[in-house]
């Protein structure tokens, strides 16, 4: 075999000009054969190939992987290291970005590149849904031919020296003016994704695929890094005492005595018996719905589909709008950056609450102590602190009677809640979040043993569609009757309690073919970057509740339906609570009039007006461009308006 490759590279040296004409053709070559491989990967199909050739911004990508095997080819004298590496990393990065779209209908981001530490847990959580496909092995198989052709006939293959040298420094000058400085106005304005927009990598990537997006995501990071803080504080100002005169019309709730109150976020739970095509014997939500009549409830829009807890309950808490940020995500963070705007833990707490919050896992992913801290909890348990709260959890045989499925179940979380709230009974209203496992990924035949089967339901779904879908209605099931435990517990407890429930999102449940269990339901397209806006509504939606032992307590009377967003969710719980709300929250009431959810991915109006991007004219649109701006200000510049968004008095900005 080398014998061979020596013959057919010495005539095709001879034949072709030698290497000033081999090497360069090569470079480019491979890095065409390497975007098109990404292609399938990407789209799960061989017929996506013809529509590359004609589209700019395949050929934008092809240039940029070029460039970067001609450096790496040209500094090293050898083409082994940059094939290697411009084959390995980009289609790692389309495999990463595939999955977490099958899973989550989100490509991958800039962002994501910081949970790589955290890489193992993620990929543990969502295990069984990281299937390769029979066309992406046939994908791998081929990148591996290629480069084993490609480095057996053309390493010993170089420039003179001075020549790869100055070679190399033309790639590293064409990535710096070309896809550096010129990048905007020449490839990413034309293409309407300009690096000063702020726009969801979704849209982005139907625009430029998934590589020259992430490309164009760390440019965008770039231009916020260097445009921080460009607001004059002239503007600042007056920006906050607009806030001040639009929450000068909102007016706080009063309580006769402040209740306790109860937020869980429960993993991935939504109303199942509403999906098309799907029969059950029996009502598996029958607990949720009879308490549907007891409380307030309606459809919960979210943020995000199959992942992303973290920032639905930071949104949740700080009130802050990843749709109107520099980036998706708020776990990234700075922890400290919580402590600037005021939390809703960090109100109550000020308002004589203790505040308290229990999650049924570890703290390995997201690393949330520091951030709950800064918010306001005083206190945070995980799945190794739970006998702090229950003595019996020393106990290992115990705990492992606690779980349900691959988790510790739904019923125990509402056990360490009763736990907690006994503990500070008589001391003053509670603050307590739960956050739920048990319906977590994975979603297969294994997650549940026979006998914790409890949920039997009839439709088209075969192979693992149907096992997966098992798997997430006896979740749903659980989380409904550990609801019902808890709310029977505190229906005999003197003290008003109010509890809010509501699912973070729904599950994440791709499948090997390449669709989604909501695909085979007939819900959506099986390509996520074909979904109108009313499917992103759809399944960007799950359910909530708002229950009391005390109907007075209700914003609403029992059995109304008022639909809520994971924007304005915050205002709710401060208002139940019957606290005196700053400038800051006062805002965000005044906008939950009119917007239920503003997200990357759709924009939802009151009046039911649905859009892709959140609107930048009229009164909303004001209202949002405000409070873009005074977030900017408190995340990323001088806080010049934030101590006038943190006042509890609108006369008193020094508060």
Known sequence: MLHTAQRLR???????????????????????????????????????????FTAGWFWWTVGLMALFTGLLTFFT???????????????????????????????????????????????????SSLHFSPLSLGCILFLVLWLVAVCLLLYPVRLERKASLWAGAGCVAAVALVYGVAANALIFTPMGVSTDQKLSQATVNRETGVLLGLWRGALNQVHMALNEG????????????????????????????????????SESFFDVTRLPGVTFDGDPLETFHNLQQEGVSGTFYTRSLGY???????????????????????????????????????VLR?????????????????????????????????????????????????????????????????????DLYEDGKGEGPQFLYGISMENHAPYDKKKYDAQELTVAFQSDLKGQAQEMFQAVVQGTHDASQALGQLTDYFRDQDEPTVIVFFGDHRPGVGLLDGGTVYSKLGLCSSDY????????????????????????????????????????????????????????????????????????????????????????TGGDGEKLDLLSTLLDDTLYGDQVATPVLRARSQMNSDE
């Not at 503007?235 to 909102?250: C, G, I, K, M, T």
């Open 308 to 346: 992303g807890t973290c920032n639905i309950e930071l949104e949740i808490l700080t009130g802050m709008n990843t749709g109107l940020l520099w980036g998706e995500d708020l776990y990234n963070m700075d922890p400290q950056v919580f402590s600037r705007l005021p939390s809703v833990p960090s």
């Open 529 to 616: 970057s074909r979904w109108s806006t009313q499917e992103m509504k759809e399944l960007y939606s799950t359910d909530y509740l708002i229950w009391s032992n005390d109907p007075d307590y209700l914003p609403g009377k029992p059995g109304d339906k008022v639909d809520r967003g994971s924007n304005y969710l915050g205002v709710d719980l401060l208002n139940l609570a019957g606290v005196e709300k700053p400038v800051y929250w006062k805002l965000l009431q005044n906008l939950s009039h009119t917007r239920l959810n503003d997200t990357w991915v759709y924009s939802l109006a009151q009046d039911g007006t649905l859009t892709y991007k959140h609107p930048t």
């Open 350 to 418: 000020d308002s004589g609450y203790s505040t308290e919050m229990v999650h049924m896992y570890d703290d390995s992913i997201y690393k949330r102590t520091p951030m709950f801290e800064a918010m306001g909890f005083e206190k945070t348990y995980f799945q190794d602190d739970f006998a702090a709260i229950d003595p019996q959890a020393t106990d290992q045989a115990y705990l492992e009677g606690q779980r349900e499925g691959s988790f510790y179940s739904d019923a125990y979380l509402s056990k360490l809640l009763m």
């Open 230 to 265: 460009d607001t004059s504080p002239e503007e600042l100002e007056r920006a906050a005492q607009q806030a001040v005169e639009l929450a000068s019309q909102e007016e706080d709730t009063r309580v006769t005595q402040q209740p306790n109150v109860i937020l869980i976020l």
């Open 77 to 127: 004298r050898t083409i082994l290291p940059g094939a290697i590496l411009t084959a390995v990393a980009p289609t790692i990065m389309v495999f990463s970005s595939y999955f977490k779209a099958l899973i989550t209908s989100v490509p991958l981001t800039v962002q994501d590149f910081l949970l790589l530490g955290q890489l193992g847990d993620i990929t543990q959580l969502n295990a």
């Open 10 to 52: 010495q005539a095709l040296l001879r034949r072709c000009g030698g290497a000033p004409v081999v090497l360069p053709v090569a470079v480019v070559l491979h890095a065409l054969v390497v975007a098109l491989v990404d292609q399938v990967v990407v789209h799960q199909s061989l017929a996506v190939l013809p529509s590359c």
